[in-house]
């Protein structure tokens, strides 16, 4: 579905299944050089099981039109917009890697606005290195490439049983990069996750349950990265959980079931 927002129209996708009134709904944010579609198996599962599902393109990503937010509080004043665009006057929030850091601070932002809270694959701070940063900029295939390498805790070749994860994380990287000719979107997400600060503060400041999906494997965002926002959830006596995935960076995609569970389960008993 569409949803106007500033002036713009920004894509959701609902699971298949139209709102209905009454239902929670939870709101899908996706990480740096993704679009909603890393959410298919999460987002169709909560959609039939009684969830509301706006699984988003950022603004200037894909079928979303407008600027690509240029920093994380710009992309969480966002979120605020389109929750008071599509009438929602409470929603979940579950974000990815970039997506993550999003979230969280919209979730600090909105209060009691926020029902959960979901963070999947991150860190605080997130970090790009300068020559990621800068490959982003002067190399963005080599970076895409670079990017998935690094995001995988395996690279599932050709040939084995399923799908080739690092082939398709690659295809959508490009598409993706391919959808915005005014931003670099990949420089753009690197620069907005590596200068964001405010995480701590953040996370002090919400006022719902709190999840940390964190991949064992995980090279991007290593799990040590999110122990001080761990530590500061439960400092703020916000008793966060925290699921241990079997996986890299992509936990939606490379293991699928293992991170609906954790959602569902989360969402389900906070």
Known sequence: M??????HSIYAYTGGKALRAGQPTAILIHGVLCDHSVWALQSRYLANHGWNVLALDLPGHCRSQGAAPQSVEEAARFIADLMDAAGLDKAALVGHSWGSLIALQAAADLGERVSHLALVGTAHPMKVSPALLQSALDTPEQAIQMVNTFSRATLAPP?????????????????????NARQNLLHTGFVACDRY???EAAIAAITCPVLFALGVQDQMT??????????????????????????????????PDETLFALRDFLKAA
Request: aromatic residues 4%; charged residues 10%; hydrophobic residues 40%.
């Open 2 to 7: 569409n949803i106007e927002v500033n002036g």
């Open 159 to 179: 040939g084995g049983a399923g799908s080739w994860v690092f082939g398709a994380g690659v295809a959508l990287g490009r598409r993706v990069l391919a959808s």
């Open 197 to 199: 600060s405010g995480g």
């Open 222 to 255: 290593p799990p040590k990265g999110a122990q001080a926002l761990f530590q500061a959830a439960q400092a703020a006596g916000r008793n966060p959980q925290r699921v241990m995935l079997p996986m890299g960076h992509n936990q939606m995609t490379e293991s």
